[in-house]
Nanobody, 112 residues
Framework: QVQLVESGGGLVQAGGSLRLSCAAT?????MDWYRQAPGKQRDFVAS???????NYADSVKGRFTISRDNAKNTVYLQMNSLKLEDTGVYYC?????????WGKGTLVTVSS
């Protein structure tokens, strides 16, 4: 059983930056960030393979950067130029066959 714990969320003004972290208790292959805005479905934000290949949602390209430290089993999400619509609970997801593992999320609130 792998556990994921997110941290780094908080309140930030539009245009500001935050860095989220997700620490896993085991080795995972692909690791992703998702977010869920109030009243909306959970959406994909970014992913990174164990080898470092990345993928981003169009809405965050050029503003967010996903990275990972395999030695620490930790994935990061650097969020710059934050917008009001980036507000939501950010969840970390990791894949280790045969299943996904999810964290409990960290809240990011972007204010005007």
């Amino acid at each position: 059983q792998v556990q994921l714990v997110e941290s780094g969320g908080g309140l930030v003004q539009a245009g500001g930056s935050l860095r989220l972290s997700c620490a896993a208790t085991g080795i995972l292959n692909a690791m992703d960030w998702y977010r869920q805005a109030p009243g909306k479905q959970r959406d994909f934000v970014a992913s990174i393979t164990r080898g470092g290949s990345t993928n981003y949602a169009d809405s965050v390209k050029g503003r967010f950067t996903i990275s990972r430290d395999n030695a620490k089993n930790t994935v990061y999400l650097q969020m710059n130029s934050l917008k009001l619509e980036d507000t939501g609970v950010y969840y970390c997801k990791g894949w280790l066959a045969p299943r996904d593992y999810w964290g409990k999320g960290t809240l990011v609130t972007v204010s005007s």
